[in-house]
């Protein structure tokens, strides 16, 4: 069982920067593709991007291209998401998810673990 925290939301203003992190409990974490998704009330959860065990590979939602990015340490078994030029239909709550299939799937099914959320608004 992988436990999943996320930490770094918060409040920023249009054009501003936040890094959201998720630390993982389990050793194996090194083995997991993991990624990050968001969710706004009333929507279907959204992937974000993605990134495999070995971050050789990556992936991203077209929206987030060229102002995200998402790495991994896996000596820290955390993984992170470094939101650059912030807008306000970023906003939403992100989530962390592990999974054990080993590619960079976007669909929510695809991933056997998930963290509990971090709010992150944008304002205007």
């Known amino acids: 069982q992988v436990q999943l925290v996320e930490s770094g939301g918060g409040l920023v203003q249009t054009g501003g920067s936040l890094r959201l992190s998720c630390a993982a409990s389990e050793r194996t974490f090194s083995s997991h593709t993991m990624a990050w998704f968001r969710q706004t009330p009333g929507a279907d959860r959204e992937f974000v991007a993605a990134?495999?065990?070995?971050?050789?590979?990556?992936k991203y939602v077209d929206s987030v291209k060229g102002r995200f990015t998402i790495s991994r340490d896996n000596a820290k078994n955390t993984v992170y998401l470094q939101m650059n030029s912030l807008k306000p239909e970023d906003t939403a709550v992100y989530y962390c998810?592990?999974?054990?299939?080993?590619?960079?799937?976007?669909?929510?099914?695809?991933?056997?673990?998930w963290g509990q959320g971090t709010q992150v608004t944008v304002s205007s």
């Open positions: 990134i495999t065990w070995s971050a050789g590979s990556t």
């Open positions: 998810a592990a999974g054990t299939t080993g590619w960079l799937y976007t669909q929510t099914y695809k991933y056997d673990y």
